[in-house]
């Protein structure tokens, strides 16, 4: 058995996203992190994605923990899906812990989980790695990077960060501990390399504040605020400035709840008695009066957001003259997305102010720019470099700025499925383990997993085979031409009635759909798959590939 210690990154090293690495020394086992990564659009029918774990069944006995850095997604998305497997002890902060609480429940996975809270600066015990937390600041709360030691040096994984000086919860970056590391010597750091090909610093999470301030001034009826529900610092000022603005907030969608819940047990935001309303409440309210907190800043066509735009939803309805603010990015890949909400909610004449490069400061990112990734090299100096957290082209542009530095020996690139062995004096790439992506299809069950997409399909044709829902719709009015057809292929109904009532499955969605639904592919077809799904799950328990065909008239 060798006394190296082993590096094997599962996923987050090639992508963005599903972030899970595992650390080995002798017969233990720790893992940081277990992330999800959403799916791309042609991943139809596909919920999420996350790492393939064979290499951790194998092994499950060695695992001792997983350690998780900060409750975004891409961090422990995955969870559900590792615990099904692998029966091991979560540690993460006291936010971290009690927002993966839900997801667990969720899944029925709590009762039986065992959660250990952590605290930044206090070190513990597992095996032969002892672990110390250490503050970092995000667009997050109570994030942490990791210092490891272990018997053949000290491993320091900053996590997701950003060097943020002024952070809206006062918790400051704790730059002190990582000099004391590269005092004592690390032996090798393990760093964020989302924003290395952007110059500078980024801006502290405060400095919205100015230009959303003046967007409340100005907006003349209701205001849609739209940020990510995990952007706790976004939504600590968006309250602030609702409360200074005379405006009520109704927070809309579960995910959007939940994380003001949290945040508010735990006291990162303190909104005054009577600014919080139920959303019940909102036709009681002048629109002038109101702020609406809501999800779906990047287009998900269930989203909060997504359904109001086409008039879809209970409680938002947005009217022309309202302003809808989305406080984000465009992430690349939902550009498409996000403009079919866009174009939905100025056709309602409402105002939209997103990122288009003229709306001012309304956004910033989480990531630490190229300054900060150096301040964090020369703090640390480690012996051995290899960045994590991108794809390809960043974790190669991050050895360029670290190698340019001269701080370390050797920076080193690794991939998801590498295996790198460390002692005191090398570091050295030693095999491949088994590493990939999980597709896992919808309705949440974590049992219904495949290794890739284009197997997925062929296993469901050849078992259930294919349902093609074909409806004509008029572009211009909307309106649904002829009656639905079904086309299916190794899908035999037995019964020539079963196919004629799923056309009636298909052809009452469209009925009870809004032309505006109708008129955004997206929505529609995926409407159409999970009625269809539903229908024919329950009257043959068989679970075909359904993939609805508009085609326009
Ligand atoms: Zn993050
Ligand atoms: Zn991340």
Excluded at 121 to 138: C, D, E, N, Q, Y
Excluded at 310 to 316: E, G, I, K, L, Q
Aim: hydrophobic share 40%; proline share 5%; net charge negative.
């Amino acid at each position: 058995m060798s006394d190296k210690l082993q590096l094997i990154p599962l996923g987050g090293l090639g992508e963005f996203g599903m972030n899970c690495l595992a650390l080995r020394f002798k017969d233990e086992i720790i893992i940081i992190d277990a992330g999800q990564m959403f799916p791309e659009e042609e991943l139809l029918g596909v919920d999420s994605v996350v790492p393939d774990i064979s290499y951790l069944i194998e092994n499950r006995s060695k695992i001792r923990a997983i350690i998780l850095t900060h409750a975004h997604e891409d961090h422990i998305g995955a969870l559900p899906w590792l615990l099904s497997e692998l029966n091991v002890p979560i540690y993460g902060t006291e936010f971290t812990l009690a927002y993966v609480e839900s997801k667990l429940d969720e899944h029925g996975l709590l009762d039986d989980t065992d959660m250990v809270e952590i605290l930044p600066g206090k070190r513990f015990t597992l095996g032969a790695f002892s672990v110390m937390p250490i503050h970092v600041t995000h667009s997050l709360v109570d994030c942490v990077a990791l210092a490891i030691h272990t018997p053949v040096g000290t491993i320091v994984h900053t996590g997701d960060f950003k060097i943020d000086l002024s952070p809206p919860d006062g918790k400051l970056f704790d730059l002190q501990s990582f000099a004391e590391l590269g005092k004592q010597g690390v032996l090798a750091l393990l760093q964020d390399s989302t924003n290395v090909d952007r110059r500078g610093y980024t801006p502290s999470e405060v400095a919205v504040r100015p230009r959303l301030d003046e967007i409340f001034a100005q907006t003349r009826q209701k205001l849609f605020f739209a940020c990510f529900s995990s952007s706790i610092h976004r939504i600590r000022i968006a309250l602030e400035l609702a409360h200074k603005h005379g405006r009520k907030v109704a927070v809309i969608g579960r995910s959007m709840d939940h994380a003001t819940d949290v945040a508010q047990d735990l006291g990162y935001i303190e909104p005054p008695p009577g600014l919080l309303i139920n959303p019940t409440q909102i036709r009681d309210i002048p629109p002038h009066k109101l702020m609406l907190l809501i999800t779906g800043t990047q287009g998900e066509p269930m989203s909060a957001l997504a359904r109001a735009a086409v008039d879809n939803h209970r409680f938002a309805k947005v009217e022309p003259g309202d302003t809808v603010l989305l406080s984000s990015r465009v992430i690349p890949g939902n550009e498409k997305a996000i403009y079919r909400v866009i174009d939905h909610l100025s056709r309602r004449r409402a105002e939209v102010i997103y990122d288009d490069g003229h709306s001012g400061l309304i956004h910033v990112s989480g990531h630490g720019c190229q300054e900060e990734l150096r301040l964090m090299i020369n703090l640390v100096r480690p012996r051995f470099f290899i960045p994590v957290h991108g794809d390809y082209r960043h974790l190669s542009k991050h050895i360029e700025l670290a190698s340019g530095m001269g701080v370390a020996e050797k920076c080193i690139l690794l991939e998801d499925g590498d295996v790198l062995e460390l002692d005191q004096h090398s570091a050295v790439k030693a095999g491949k383990v088994t590493a990939g992506r999980v597709c896992i299809d919808s309705g949440g069950d974590t049992r219904d997993v495949v290794e890739d997409v284009v197997m997925r399909d062929r296993r469901i044709i050849s078992e259930d085979g294919i349902v093609l829902p074909l409806v004509g719709i008029n572009k211009r009015t909307g309106r649904v031409e002829g009656i639905p057809e079904i086309v299916t292929r190794g899908f035999a109904p037995a019964e020539e009635e079963l196919l004629a009532e799923a056309r009636q499955v298909v052809s009452r969605t469209l009925e009870t759909s809004s032309p505006e639904e109708k008129a955004d592919y997206g929505v529609i077809k995926e409407k159409i798959r999970a009625d269809l799904k539903r229908f024919i799950q329950k009257s043959t328990g068989r679970r075909p590939l359904i993939m609805p065909v508009i085609l326009e008239i």
